[in-house]
């Protein structure tokens, strides 16, 4: 049974950090994404990695502030988070998926998602 479980969100000031956790278990993916969804907004791609290899892809507007590892003997993914933006308050969801792509993914894509972690970033 596939399972992923995230964990680290919560509230930061503006400038902050914070690193989320996807602990995942079952069977493993080609990929592990990081997305994530504000009120009102679609559900949209933040970052990816692939399980072997560990290459990876970022959304533009999270370039060079994010970045995303995994530690495979863990099974976990994590993304830590630096120069935390108000707009970067969202519910952050793990994905995991079949493919791996050195572009981003859509939503429809992913085969299983976690239950999400919220981050709020503070003016």
């Known amino acids: 049974q596939v399972q992923l479980v995230e964990s680290g969100g919560g509230l930061v000031q503006a400038g902050g950090s914070l690193r989320l956790s996807c602990a995942a278990s079952g069977r493993t993916f080609s990929s592990y994404n990081w997305f994530r969804q504000a009120p009102g907004k679609e559900r949209e791609f933040v970052a990816a990695?692939?399980?072997?290899?560990?290459?990876?892809v970022y959304a533009d507007s999270v370039k060079g502030r994010f970045t995303i590892s995994r530690d495979n003997n863990k099974r976990t993914v994590y993304l830590q988070m630096s120069s935390l933006k108000p707009e970067d308050t969202a519910v952050y969801y793990c994905?995991?998926?079949?493919?791996?792509?050195?572009?981003?993914?859509?939503?429809?894509?992913?085969?299983?998602w976690g239950q999400g972690t919220q981050v709020t970033v503070s003016s």
């Open positions: 994905g995991a998926a079949l493919l791996f792509r050195v572009v981003p993914i859509t939503p429809n894509q992913i085969n299983y």
């Open positions: 990695i692939s399980w072997i290899g560990a290459n990876t």
